[in-house]
């Protein structure tokens, strides 16, 4: 078996025998690296300088001290202080909300959770340090962007002179501001007094609430007056038409079909009959004779019935609806129908002219205490506005003041290579390295526990006897 005694022999001898294991090891680094090397892209480092310069600011004057009892601060703990304000997480989260969370990191959501993950990105990424035996800070910041490294790195400088300012005002005056703010309050106040006031009442604006129900009452009163008109002609028109369907039959004669009626035909075949007999009897009898005289006295009566009786009667007769008739009816139905609509229609012009002017009635009652409402909430907007000028202009002054005379100086503006850096030449040979270490690593490993004699040198250090022949294994051809 191997021991800890290894010659150069030895440990080729391993490598070539555990060459793929080896190779394993090493392989599985280097890939990693490469897609590290593929995910990895440009970084731009933009950088500046600052100078701080002492001022009065940095010595403090003891409350109840006699003349020269002020402390004064040295280089390293105003270094150090202005080191804490720069890294400070306040002003790490002013300059994302002026930088724009979209712009500095476009990958984080635009909330306040995304606000706070983005300050605290902001300051893994800014590297302040201090140029040793000087007064210069050094400001690093790297980002994907060449132009947003470089406009957040003068936000940052610029809020940091800003709150800097602010953090060594220890006069500065309140009052403006809070009375400013009262104001706003009052102000806040009135105009939710008023809105509250609008919606319950359902009031926008009330002149055009009531110009708009006063232009609609007139509109809807010429509506009615229109629409009385219209009934009216339509009332005549139906009247007339009534007093004609009245005159006018509903059904008329279409066809007729007349013959000599029946009876008429039997009392002229009679009264040939009796011609014929009468002639018949005169041949025999004389004119004198009863008879005679009896079918005279029947040709009479015949002639009599035929002459009253009717010459032709009707056999097939159809009747039909008068068109003139149907006509007349249906427009009394069209002209019916119209008027009906206009009084529907003018039921609900009625009922609209009557909310409306239930609606003017209450705007009438409640303008007195819109107006009030309203005249207080624009008396203190002005009142707002004028406070609000006025302290502006005494708040620009103090910080013009206070930025003129800060004691911090840019020395060199921020400024940004062109190419930036990608990090992949280092990923690579860290990767390589690491994969020289894993092949290394392995290799010792599976000789120190390996359980085989690999060389000749093997076999002779583990029994302590000399070797006389080696054969060589091959593998077999089938």
């Not at 470089?150 to 501001?177: C, K, Q």
């Not at 708040?395 to 921020?414: D, E, F, K, Y």
């Amino acid at each position: 078996m191997s021991y800890a005694r290894h010659s150069t022999r030895d440990i080729l001898a391993a490598v070539f025998y555990y060459k793929r294991s080896l190779l394993v090891a090493a392989l599985v680094p280097v890939a990693l690296s490469l897609l590290a090397v593929a995910a990895a892209q440009r970084v731009y480092t933009a950088q500046a300088r600052l100078l701080v310069l002492y001022g009065g600011e940095y010595v403090f004057h003891p409350l109840g001290q006699e003349m020269g009892g002020d402390v004064a601060l040295d280089r390293n703990q105003i270094i150090q202080g202005e080191l804490e304000i720069l890294q400070s997480p306040a002003l790490a989260a002013q300059v994302v909300q002026d930088v724009g969370i979209r712009r500095l990191y476009p990958d984080l959501p635009a909330n306040q959770q995304g606000e706070q993950q983005a300050a605290t990105r902001l300051l893994r990424d800014l590297r302040v340090d201090a140029i040793p035996q000087s007064n210069i800070l050094e400001l690093s910041l790297r980002n994907r962007g060449r132009q947003t490294a470089l406009d957040t790195l003068d936000v940052i400088i610029h809020d940091y002179i800003v709150y800097h300012g602010e953090i060594f005002a220890a006069n500065r005056d309140s009052g403006p501001m809070r009375l400013l703010a009262q104001m706003a309050a009052r102000l806040n106040a009135a105009e939710d007094k008023l809105v509250a006031f609008s919606l319950a009442h359902k009031i926008s604006d009330l002149g055009q609430q009531t110009t708009i129900i006063l232009r609609r009452l007139g509109d809807l009163s010429d509506q009615l007056t229109t629409n009385a008109s219209e009934v009216d002609d339509f009332d005549g028109q139906i009247r007339t038409l009534d007093s004609a369907l009245r005159l006018t039959p509903s059904q008329v004669e279409l066809f007729s079909e007349t013959d000599i009626g029946q009876a008429r035909k039997t009392m002229q075949e009679r009264l040939a009959r009796l011609q014929i007999q009468l002639a018949d009897a005169r041949q025999r009898y004389k004119d004198t004779f009863p008879l005679v005289v009896d079918i005279e006295h029947q040709i009479s009566d015949i002639k009599q019935q035929i002459a009253q009786a009717t010459p032709r009667e009707t056999n097939v007769k159809r009747n039909g609806v008068n068109t003139v008739y149907d006509a007349l009816n249906q427009q009394r139905i069209l002209l019916s129908s119209r008027a009906a609509g206009l009084r529907a229609k003018r039921v609900a012009i009625e009922a609209e002219k009557n909310a409306l002017q239930a609606r003017l009635a209450e705007l009438t009652s409640l303008s007195g205490q819109y107006r009030d409402l309203q005249t207080a909430r624009d008396s203190l907007t002005e009142s707002y506005r004028t406070l609000e000028t006025n302290v502006g202009v005494s708040t620009m002054g103090s910080t013009l003041a206070q930025v003129a005379s800060t004691n911090i100086r840019v020395v060199h503006p921020p400024n940004a290579s062109m190419h930036g850096t990608t990090l992949r030449l280092p990923i690579m040979a860290t990767g390589l390295m690491f994969g020289m270490i894993a092949a290394v690593g392995v290799l010792a490993f599976r000789v120190s526990t390996q359980k085989i004699f690999v060389t000749v040198r093997d076999v002779e250090l583990g029994l302590h006897l000399p070797v006389l022949l080696s054969i060589p294994l091959y593998k077999s051809n089938e």
